[in-house]
């Protein structure tokens, strides 16, 4: 059963909620002793941070916002306590990184090319995106299966639970296929693309050989205990919305109606 595409929620809260429901999934089955041996809970567990991750980026302003930071903090102590060993830096060759989605995720800037597009298929017809008759905020009945890339037609995951030959009411989305130049990209507070953001923020080495004395050697493993400290915000650059006034909507727990769901 559907809803009507006019009574949908805004599309990205829906992708929100879609990514917390597979970050959720991912985690349960990260706790089940019972679901693999310890290297593979560990990065399930590592997976539904990622996914818990992008879930906020998608969620920020919406009156999930505030739920999903709590709940990211929570899985992120949870998953230190469990699987310590998985939680270190990352070293480059050059310098440490975080590259944990739990630290990265406190970053709120992220990156908007400006790009110069020939081609680009609207993924309900194959055709001309500028030209067809889909319309991003409509639902269309879609036949599930996967194009040579191994990418679901639904969802355009290379991983998810669409099953092939069955159909789904979808959103129209748009691939780009053809790229004349990319004459910049700017970092901004907004990016358009949510998940268009940091992969690994570094970490000043001096800082660390003062932290861990004259016996640190570049290079050699460090571990990172972050999570089991107090979040102390997000850091939010000059033109951020809300550094200029935004208000947040009236915030929701999970537990509280979200609207209507495309099924």
Known sequence: MTTRSDETRPWREERGFQLRSEAQALFDKALDPESGTPVERDARARQALSREASAFNWLEDSAWEEATHHELHRMGTTVHELFPDGCHLEWTDARYEHRCPVRIVHKRFGFSPSLRVRKKLCMICDGDASECPHLPNRLYPVVACRDDDGRCRICRESSCDHQPGIEYMTRMTVQI???????????????????????????????LVAALGQDFTPGMEVHCSMCELPCDGVDRMPGDPRLEGEVLPAQKGFDEPAGPVVA
């Open 177 to 207: 296929t053809e790229i004349v130049a990319a004459d910049e990209v700017s970092i901004v507070p907004r990016p358009v693309q949510p998940d268009a953001r940091l992969i690994g923020v570094p970490i000043d080495t001096a800082s």
